[in-house]
Nanobody, 114 residues
Framework: QVQLVESGGGLVQPGGSLRLTCVASGFIFSDSKMGWYRQAPGKEREFVAGIHPNFNTYYNPSVKERFIVSRNNANNTVWLQMSSLKDEDTAVYYC????????WGQGTQVTVSS
């Protein structure tokens, strides 16, 4: 059974930091692309960051220099370190993974507000 379980969301002030964690099971993690998407209220889901099996990383230009995606294949975990958070980063953040990013977690809420 495929599972992606996110954690680490919450309320943070502008300029603050959060680290999201996603633990995966039920598929071959080390062979899989992993990524993070987000969906803000009233908006389409958008790509945030991705990391390939070879550890190459990719970012939405709006988060580059502020967010870092990383992975550990030994414990099937991917992280999203978010810094210098802005109000517009408020969204539900989803972990995704697989050969074609076909597996999705249930999401974790990130709220940036003073």
């Amino acid at each position: 059974q495929v599972q992606l379980v996110e954690s680490g969301g919450g309320l943070v002030q502008p300029g603050g930091s959060l680290r999201l964690t996603c633990v995966a099971s039920g598929f071959i993690f080390s062979d899989s692309k992993m990524g993070w998407y987000r969906q803000a209220p009233g908006k389409e889901r958008e790509f945030v960051a991705g990391i390939h099996p070879n550890f190459n990383t990719y970012y939405n230009p709006s988060v580059k220099e502020r967010f870092i995606v990383s992975r550990n294949n030994a414990n099937n975990t991917v992280w999203l370190q978010m810094s210098s958070l802005k109000d517009e980063d408020t969204a539900v953040y989803y972990c995704t993974g697989g050969k074609l990013l076909e597996n999705w977690g249930q999401g974790t809420q990130v709220t940036v507000s003073s």
